[in-house]
């Protein structure tokens, strides 16, 4: 069995097999030169004291340095020592870097699913992170509330009631790591629940329904038309996940004949409603149209989330929960 010594700043493993202690410190003394982790240059310590490091006789130690002077991988001057030769490691040529076809940026981006990364309000968002840490006491590093900080859940309440008619209340908002968070939390709660399917929208994000499908849920496809997703026959469904602001992909918002027949639905058959509310904020003609939660918080979850409004990599998400949701 060889032995490994931490020396010289390297691990040495020397096996002393064969020719002995001396062949074995030999081999692992060049394989420290040759793959680098002694670098060119880099000074050897003393014979004498390398001896009594590793445990073995300085003639050893001597008889290994000469020899791998005499390959080159070392070199020996009166004065400055035994040193690792300078052009000792033969490093690979650098590969060309394979050439990429430029691609010309569009002027305007408009593929969906990420907003404009470059208008991230970064000074503003340093000095808020810099005012909060500096003013959170230490038990706000801990684990603490599952539903987040109140101080957050508290900020996002009014936010969300001002700017998109939410009817919330801190103690019934979670925070999640995004809207996919949030779905995947649901997802699993409804399955507990018994539920086994959920109806979706038609061109929906295929990995929201990839999502539910993990959590053990099936998903039906509901049609959709000029007026948006059509929920009027969803017989045996008990929960529907919409995106009634702006329909994904299509951008159309669900019409209101649409939002009072889905809340009817919900009030008659005791079903759930799950509102992604993923970009509502934004709206370039007129006012946002309120997010459907407001109709009714008993049997609308509202999934918020700042990867539009802000930047995905936040990953900051909330659920606005019907009070049955929340434990
Ligand atoms: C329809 C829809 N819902 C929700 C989201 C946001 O998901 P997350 O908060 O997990 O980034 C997106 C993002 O592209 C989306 O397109």
Redesign the pocket.
């Known amino acids: 069995m060889g032995k490994t010594w931490a020396t010289l700043g390297v691990d040495l493993h020397v096996e002393p097999t064969g020719s002995g202690i001396r062949k074995g410190l030999t081999e692992a003394l060049r394989e420290a030169v040759r793959s680098g982790r002694l670098a060119p240059g880099t000074r050897l310590p003393s014979s004498r004291s390398l001896a009594v490091d590793l445990g073995v006789a300085r003639n050893t130690v001597a008889e290994s340095y000469a020899d791998l002077v005499a390959e080159g991988w070392l070199t020996a001057r009166q004065g400055s020592g035994t040193r690792v030769a300078e052009r000792s490691v033969v490093r690979p040529a650098p590969q060309a870097a394979p050439r990429r076809r430029e691609q010309a940026r569009p002027a305007y981006d408009l593929v ?3 907003p404009d990364l470059a208008s991230f309000p970064r000074a503003a968002w340093l000095k808020a992170a810099r005012r909060a840490l500096t003013r959170a006491p230490h038990e706000a590093l801990g684990y603490g509330d599952p539903r987040g900080r109140p101080e957050l859940r508290t900020a996002l309440a009014g936010y969300l009631s001002r700017a998109r008619g939410v009817r919330a209340d801190p103690e019934r908002i979670v925070i999640c790591s ?4 949030g779905l995947t939390l649901l997802g699993a709660v409804l399955r507990r629940r018994g539920l086994r399917s959920i109806a979706v929208e038609s061109y ?2 295929d990995v ?1 329904w990839t999502l539910l499908h993990r959590s053990g849920l099936r998903t039906v496809p509901l049609p959709f038309d000029e007026l948006g997703t059509d929920t009027r026959d969803m017989t045996g469904a008990r929960a529907v996940l919409l ?1 009634p602001a702006h329909q ?1 992909p299509m951008g159309v918002p669900l019409h209101p004949d649409r939002r009072a027949a889905v809340i009817a639905w919900a009030r008659r058959t005791g079903g759930l409603v799950l509102d ?1 509310d ?2 509502g904020e934004f709206r370039y003609d007129r006012q946002p149209v309120g997010a459907l939660q407001g109709l009714d918080p008993g049997h609308v979850v509202h999934l918020g ?4 409004s802000l930047a ?1 990599a936040l ?1 900051l ?1 909330w659920l606005v929960l019907p009070p049955s949701l929340v434990d």
Do not use: E, I, V
Request: glycine fraction near 18%; aromatic fraction near 14%.
């Open positions: 969906p699913g990420r995004g809207f996919s968070d929906g994000l929201h995106t994904f992604d993923y970009d989330t700042a990867s539009k995905p990953r998400g």
